[in-house]
């Protein structure tokens, strides 16, 4: 399983992801499920991926090849972020087809979801959830959100505290106790977590960060929200 | 959707669950999904239902025409708890794959599960999640606690809180806290709300409490809970 969460707020954009890929409770591994595509000042995209290994590596292989070889529309040719996600999209759309195809009656394997986000100059800054078919649905200011993967357990905290309004630091705050509460309740998704925020109108990667499982910043968070929690949880009469 | 929940602690359990029952989103409808079966002093049975209302309503029609022609075995004549789980679960079995068969190729929507908690005289009090086919677990003081229905957005609370040791106004707080979180976040989990509380070797029904959406204490609650995790969030350092 996964977790992956992209925050769109008018200061900027947070987006965190766990790194635990597992092919059944006994084959466990590490990935990197965020990949950053920048020509800085110019345009960022940045793109987190859950589902299916096999899909997700040939899709971004593939935005990768393009990007390289300069010739024909890639993700850092489109005009707009909407052409962007359009592109992702149709990529992501064509490999989870061609690998379906291959896996016949397991096809439902072989199902992938995106969160792209990122900005080029002069435009806005967008958050899309590209679906596995190629469609996607795209972050508002009513809903300043977008996850994938295990997102029950992280989405109380998120549906508190985030608007477009709340600073970067509160949003990578909201970002990694959403983690850290779906962390606690899934043991499929998993430390080390990558960590990046993008500052509205700088197309450029801001703060990354690889939080280790020994990080002792998200550890002293993960402790002093249990303790607030239950502190709450004293305090509340019945 | 629905949401249950079932404590067993040593002081005794408590039973809470939602009623809203939906047939589409276009089609609510309100349903009790709690049930008691009681001989005050002697035996007490109570079980939560969700899934398929045709089913459970066809399962607990015939657990109370079992007891009401007094011949045969009935979940109040069982020998001992585990007993008990097991004659419920053969009749949600049978249930269930009898409209399974009338319904053809939809057979999948014809599941339903059950929380089925309880004591008799001289036995332990004990607590079963029934499963479709009904084969069932039982809480144990390592997971004091058993969920049906859409069992994620509450569960991150009651792991936190709840241990075989929390008292019964605590674990009262507990379910209402992680249904608060469920009903804000999944709008097929409504109310009004159905609470039971029995006290350990009591073999009756303690405290029951139907709460309504206008509920002053429960609105109380909620809103409490809601500040201690903003003020919570607020003073957490990044």
């Given at each position: ?234 305090e509340i009469e019945i």
């Open positions: 399983m996964t977790y992956c969460v992209g925050l769109l707020l008018k200061a900027g954009m947070v987006l965190l992801s766990d790194t635990r890929t597992n092919a059944g409770v006994d084959n466990i591994s590490t990935y990197r499920k965020m990949f950053t595509f920048e020509d800085p000042g110019e345009r960022i995209v940045a793109i987190m991926t859950a589902g299916s290994l096999s899909v997700t590596q040939t899709a971004i292989a593939r935005l990768e090849d393009e990007i390289a070889s300069g010739t024909g529309p890639s993700l850092m040719s489109a005009d707009t972020m909407l052409g962007v996600a359009q592109h992702v999209g149709a990529v992501l759309g064509e490999v989870s087809s061609q690998v379906a195809d291959r896996m016949g009656s397991r096809a439902q394997n072989a199902r992938a979801s995106m969160i792209l986000g990122g900005q080029r100059r002069d435009g806005a800054m967008r958050l899309f959830l590209i679906y596995p078919e190629g469609n996607f649905i795209e972050a508002t200011e009513d809903t300043p959100y977008l996850q994938i993967g295990e997102h029950k357990y992280g989405k109380p905290i998120l549906d508190r505290v985030v608007t477009p309004d709340t600073n970067l630091v509160d949003a990578q705050k909201a970002a990694l106790l959403s983690m850290d509460s779906t962390l606690r309740s899934n043991l499929s998704v998993g430390m080390p977590l990558d960590l990046m925020v993008i500052e509205e109108g700088t197309q450029r990667s801001g703060l990354r960060r690889r939080i280790e499982p020994d990080d002792p910043a998200f550890h002293r968070m993960s402790v002093a929200w249990s303790k607030a929690l239950k502190d709450g949880f004293t």
